[in-house]
């Protein structure tokens, strides 16, 4: 790769010549490589217990998953069967044949030190993903996914004025993922937004948490710069340490600002892996090509290698979920929600479940239940700090509350009240209606009663209302609505309003 000369300018594609002088158009070329801790029991090759975020350190751990000489490891099926799902979620071909290998590196953390990993042979290749990027609908090859083993954990501390460093075993060898990219993104936005529909179908298929801050799920990028013409491609940087989908957008578009300002300036790029400070907004060398392990990969002899037959991946298949793009669709198709609903209903997939145990099949409240769910379930999830599944609402409960106010049992802020007190107390919609009174005045005579005592107490406004000022009807009406304590059926209170007002009562 020669760069130097050729170049006089970095612009944005669109501005190719100005002046007379030639400019050279460069675009962004990133490929992704996604680490995602898979949701198993037990370990990868040995039966501790995967779950090791709240544990004490070091207890979840054996011979096995501490390196000890001599114990051999157990392939996990399930952790098998997890990746195969993800690689059919994304398009991959699962092949007949894989196995598992060893990489080889000196690491504190690395017990072993080698890491069971799949090189040449791995579970899922060549798949695809669709998401809508910035300017629409965008395709991602997936190279490939693997499965291998996490390391441990260090952990970093100081005492009198002194660093030092302890290790945790409890996270070594639990199972990991890793996905592949083709270097199919262009840009720092995509980049995020690919990786949170990523998250999504991981999600989906209840095979990780995604939890970016825990490290369920990392991603290192790989950003390079490439002439448009082809003709000048510059080296790739691996940029890693990025803890949050924010973190990635940044740190990927300061590499391509790092990149460009270094070709328009005539200066060498090298091929290394840069770390991101979060804090300071940069990345950091780390180290440069010079370096790069060698890690002596060979195939893994205490594991015999997996054969997958095409009923293996059938059953697989057929224990997968519907995946979230799909499900958007259908919910525009069968339920006539807008596209921007849909996307809000089927964000996370226990949301998507709740609207329809909600809708329970009856089509005609689907609009309502989307309503209430995007507007007052979200609101106190909210407000509340709450998942869906701590909403202490069941969806028949809900569909109950929309029944009452179909039926004009209750009005729609009635409603709202009892929304509430459903969550807090547990108490069936029903129950709280009668017990609160809140069953909607809808008889006249009743209302009629208050509608004269709401006119006789307010002359301003009626004399307002006579003199043209027909807003004034509005806080008529909400002064009966306070009277019955929002109880009053709302079209029958403002026509006996408007009657009353007519006949100068
Ligand atoms: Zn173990």
Same mark, same amino acid.
């Given at each position: 790769?020669?760069?130097g000369h050729a170049i006089i300018a ?36 040995? %039966? ?48 007949? *044949? ?15 030190? *080698?890491?069971?990993?799949? +090189? ?6 060549? %798949? ?107 080296? #790739? ?13 940044? $740190?990927?578009? +300061? ?67 519907e995946l979230p793009a799909a499900r ?7 339920? %006539? ?37 995007? %507007?007052?379930?979200? $609101? ?12 202490n609402v069941a969806p028949a409960q ?70 043209? #000022? ?17 109880? $009053? ?17």
């Amino acid at each position: 790769m020669e760069l130097g000369h050729a170049i006089i300018a970095v612009v944005r594609p669109g501005d190719r010549k100005q002046h007379g002088v030639s400019y050279v158009e460069f675009e962004t070329i990133i490929g992704l490589e996604v680490h995602a801790q898979l949701l198993t029991r037990s370990k990868m090759f040995c %039966g501790c217990s995967a779950a090791y975020q709240a544990a004490e350190p070091n207890t979840h751990t054996c011979p096995v998953c501490l390196g000890l000489p001599g114990a051999l490891p157990v392939i996990n099926r399930e952790a098998v069967a997890a990746t195969v799902m993800t690689g059919l979620a994304l398009g991959c071909s699962i092949p007949s *044949y894989s196995k598992f290998d060893r990489k080889n590196y000196m690491y504190p953390d690395l017990m072993k030190g *080698y890491q069971i990993s799949q +090189y040449d042979l791995p579970l899922c290749v060549a %798949g695809a993903v669709e998401f809508l990027g910035v300017d629409g609908p965008r395709r991602v090859g997936i190279r490939r996914v693997h499965l291998e083993e996490d390391t441990a954990r260090l952990v970093h501390r100081s005492a009198n004025g002194r660093a030092y460093s302890l290790v945790d075993a409890n996270r070594s060898g639990v199972p990991l993922i890793e996905i592949v990219t083709e270097p199919d993104l262009r840009s720092p936005e995509d980049a995020r937004l690919f990786l949170m529909t990523l998250r999504q179908i991981l999600r989906y298929l209840g095979v990780s948490t995604g939890n970016m801050e825990e490290g369920a799920f990392r991603c290192d990028a790989n950003v390079s710069q490439r002439s448009i013409d082809g003709t000048i491609v510059g080296p #790739k940087v691996e940029i890693k340490n990025m803890n949050s989908f924010r973190a990635v957008e940044r $740190a990927v578009s +300061y590499e391509v600002e790092r990149q460009r300002a270094a070709l328009l300036r005539g200066e060498p790029l090298v091929q290394e892996t840069r770390g991101w400070v979060d804090e300071q907004g940069v990345t950091v060398s780390q180290r440069t090509k010079e370096f790069a392990e060698d890690y002596r990969y060979f195939p893994e002899p205490d594991l015999p290698p997996i054969f997958l037959t095409d009923a293996d991946v059938e059953e697989i298949r057929q224990r997968m979920p519907e995946l979230p793009a799909a499900r958007r669709a259908r919910f525009v198709e069968q339920f %006539g929600l807008s596209e921007s609903e849909a996307v809000l209903l089927t964000e996370e997939r226990a949301v998507a479940d709740y609207f329809e145990a909600t809708v329970d099949g009856d089509v005609a409240i689907a609009r309502a239940a989307a309503n209430w769910i995007t %507007g007052e379930i979200f $609101a106190l999830m909210r407000d509340r700090g709450l998942t869906i599944d701590a909403i202490n609402v069941a969806p028949a409960q809900l569909r109950r509350l929309i029944a009452l106010v179909d039926a004009g049992t209750i009005t729609l802020r009635s409603a709202k009240e009892v929304l509430i007190a459903v969550h807090e107390t547990g108490s069936d919609p029903d129950a709280l209606v009668a017990e609160r009174g809140l069953a909607q005045v809808s008889d006249a005579a009743q209302l009629e009663a208050v509608v004269r005592t709401v006119l006789a107490e307010n002359p301003a406004a009626v004399a307002d209302y006579r003199k043209g #000022k027909k807003a004034a009807i509005g806080f008529l009406l909400g002064q009966v609505m306070r009277h019955l304590r929002g109880t $009053a059926n709302p079209a029958v209170a403002r026509q006996l309003l408007e009657q009353a007002l007519a006949e100068g009562a």
